[in-house]
């Protein structure tokens, strides 16, 4: 049992559970901003536990996939080509879920801008189909989060001789706590600002189109991503301050 954690005897072991970690969090901002969105309408006790549930639901995904990794990778091999590109389950998986990430985004934006409010009978049954969106989109981020973190301990083996699973798992499980943390604050900030929400569905929507790249083979990386949408709030902010200094004279 303790040889699982002889990688924390070296240094290099503590470096890479800060990096994963770090790595896990930011690869889980759009799974957030996802689930901070899809609840929105929620009644605050059911907005927190549903969110909870789909957080859960990711860090049980997520170790459920690490525990698999060998069978997951093997995801990646050809099954079909269509115009020279390759087609995996892998990328079938991506596909369908950029589409749906495209498809549910582009609803809640036209909700927002409409102003639609779903009735009572409608608020019922949206629960159980919030939780079956949060677990599609669950897997199909789990897949990239994996992966990455997978890719990135190759060197750690390789190096040290010693198995970085246990940094694995442990950085997922950190970052998923980091996550359920700030997580309500996060769903709060953007309900209270109609124009982050747009923003972050926007993102949303940029993300789904990197997923839909991915699944034809064209790697974007995200870093792109996550800068625009970083830069597109630090100018929201500046607006926002702006706005009440006014009213406050």
């Known amino acids: 049992m303790m040889h699982y954690f002889d990688i ?37 006790n059911k907005k927190r536990s549903t969110r909870n549930i789909g957080l859960g639901l990711a860090l049980i995904i997520r170790l459920v996939l690490l525990a698999a990794v060998a069978w997951l990778m093997s995801l990646t091999n050809s099954l079909f080509s269509i115009f020279n590109i390759d087609f995996s389950f892998q990328s079938i998986i991506l596909l369908l879920g950029g589409l749906f990430l495209i498809y549910t985004s582009t609803v809640e934006m036209h909700r927002s801008v409409k102003g639609f409010k779903e009735d009572k009978k409608a608020k019922k049954t949206t629960i159980s189909a919030i939780i079956l969106q949060i677990v599609v989109i669950d897997v199909v981020f789990s ?69 839909i790249g991915e699944a034809f083979g064209a790697h974007i990386p995200k870093g792109y991503v996550y800068f625009s949408l970083v830069f597109s709030l630090i100018v929201e902010l500046m607006n926002i301050k702006m706005r009440k200094n006014k009213n406050m004279t």
């Open 143 to 211: 897949f990239d989060s994996i992966i990455s973190a997978v890719g990135m301990t190759n060197g750690l083996q390789t190096d040290t001789g010693k198995d970085p699973t246990t940094i694995i798992y442990i950085s997922v499980i950190i970052s998923m706590a980091i996550m359920m943390i700030f997580a309500g604050k996060i769903s709060q900030f953007i309900a209270d600002h109609p124009t982050i929400k747009m923003i972050a569905l926007s993102f949303l929507v940029t993300v789904g189109v990197l997923l």
């Open 8 to 44: 924390f005897l070296l240094w290099q072991g503590w470096l890479y559970l800060l990096i994963l970690t770090l790595l896990e969090v930011v690869l889980g901002i759009d799974n957030i901003i996802f689930i901070s969105i899809v609840t929105d309408e929620l009644p605050l």
